[in-house]
């Protein structure tokens, strides 16, 4: 069966079992007052907390331990240390279905250059063992604040849910890993097993105040590439003694952008970027090695395979045509940091969406065209195999104003992973809340007999 069958098979049972259309719940006119004040209260205080004290993928100590004593003060059984740092927090009400919300947690190895008062200063080692710098430059902090309000304001409206609801705080999504090692870990043996998985992203592409999703391809797969070209070290003055790893690395660059632009249909999505070429260490010196990093982005499993199979060959067979024995072919090594492309599930992104118009107006959506190929680890909790539906949205993080400055000329707004990242945290943080809170409430709303 195809992914996009599973993924249809998925939605039709999901309609039928736990998304067929019942009477929501009253709409709640004071949650909104009730987030803006929780905001007021700590919530701003917790998110400047996470923004000046980030830590990178795998080494979230300290910021799973913060989320946790929230949660358990909301009222939630918490387990941590699931999946190395990652933290499950349960809530049972009762009857019904389960539902679960996650957020990312790590930052990102950058100085932070956002002129912010409250930008961060921090340096950690990493797991490699080399100290590096730490930024929250993609947003995680907004996620992990706002699922913290979310505990909060469903802890505080069991009256009006039914069901079960599991939190995840996951580390090491920058490293594509922390889903799967949770995943690994029993997330869905050891704790109940969700109906439907939802998950938001703050974006800097989106203004403050809108909301983006739609069904099908959320985000791309993601797949991280080594390759590795032996050569023959000699002067720079002989080149004929030896067999230059540079000149084949510059073979292989060129030679994989044919996979591309010549072996995939032009209607399918896929890149292949080179990030990293490192070779030699003096002008008159030839190499003996060559190192080449790669991600590798598609939005369909056929083309994910015929990519990694055409870098594969494009490697091995410049190596043969510069002569290379058997024993000397370049390395294609494909790293575990990998991840499937992200589906929103068709049934569950009709209701949420329904959610989302009827409390914010019909003018919340913002829903531009992807201009990339970003990946998320998300995609292991609703993967075809799992049998769980999700939807994932984005929150606009960066307001109006400032993309109307950068069109008349002024700063640009910046990208995430960028060291001048920045959003409107009291935006994101209490609009996401609010729009993840209806969601959960209209999902596992009591059924009227």
């Known amino acids: 069966m195809t992914l996009f069958a599973k993924t249809a098979a998925i939605g039709a049972a999901l309609s039928l079992q736990c998304l067929a259309i019942q009477p929501a719940a009253a709409q709640d006119t004071d949650l909104g007052k009730a987030i803006s004040a929780d905001y007021d209260a700590s919530l701003g205080e917790i998110f400047l907390d996470f923004h000046k004290n980030p830590e990178l993928s795998y080494k979230e100590t300290r ?28 809530m049972k009400n009762g009857d019904g279905p389960t539902l679960m ?30 100290e590096k710098p730490v930024m929250h430059a993609c947003g995680h902090d907004v996620h992990i604040t706002s699922l913290i309000g979310t505990a909060r304001q469903l802890s505080a ?16 999504e920058e490293r594509i ?15 109940p097993k969700p109906d439907l998985a939802m998950a938001f992203h703050v974006s800097a592409d989106t203004p403050t105040g809108k909301l983006a999703l739609g069904e099908g391809i959320s985000y791309s797969s993601v797949d991280t590439v ?9 002067h720079g003055a002989s ?33 292949i970027t080179v990030g990293s070429f490192h070779a030699g260490l003096k002008h008159n010196i030839i190499s003996d090695k060559a190192v080449l990093q790669l991600t590798v982005r598609s939005d369909e499993e056929e083309t994910r395979k015929k990519l990694l199979e055409g870098i594969k060959r494009v490697a091995t067979n410049v190596g043969r045509m510069n002569g290379l024995p058997d024993d000397k072919l370049p390395e294609v090594k494909v790293s575990h940091e990998n991840t499937p492309a992200v589906y929103n599930d068709a049934a ?16 919340i959506l913002d829903n531009k065209p992807r201009e990339g190929m970003g990946g998320e680890d998300f995609a292991y909790f ?44 009291r935006e994101s943080i209490t609009l996401g809340t609010e729009a993840m809170t209806a969601a959960a409430l209209d999902f596992l709303a009591p059924k009227v007999n």
């Open 239 to 271: 080149p004929h003694r030896g067999k230059d790893p540079i000149l084949m690395g510059s073979q292989i660059v060129m030679g994989l952008q044919t996979i591309v632009s010549r072996q995939v249909a032009p209607l399918k999505p896929a890149v």
């Open 157 to 172: 409206r069991k009256d009006k849910w039914q069901g079960t609801i599991v939190l995840i705080a996951q580390p090491a």
């Open 101 to 130: 919300l996650r957020a990312d947690m790590d930052g990102l190895p950058l100085v932070e250059d956002s002129g912010l008062a409250y930008k961060s200063t921090a340096t950690q080692v990493s797991i490699d063992g080399q």
């Open 382 to 425: 609703v993967a075809p195999n799992t049998d769980v539906p999700g939807v994932y949205f984005a929150v606009g993080g960066t307001p109006q104003a400032d993309f109307d400055a950068e069109k008349a000329g002024g700063k640009p707004v910046p990208s995430h992973h960028s060291p001048f990242f920045k959003v409107a945290p």
């Open 177 to 191: 890993g922390g889903a799967k090692m949770m995943m690994d870990d029993g997330l869905y043996t050891r704790f």
């Open 63 to 90: 910021t799973a331990g913060i989320i946790a004593k929230e949660w358990r003060d909301a009222g939630w059984k918490v387990t941590e240390k699931v999946g190395g740092t990652g933290v499950v927090a349960v």
């Open 226 to 234: 080594d390759i590795i070209v032996h050569g023959v070290g000699a």
């Open 348 to 363: 569950a992104t009709k209701r949420v969406v329904a959610v989302f118009e009827k409390r914010f107006g019909k003018d």
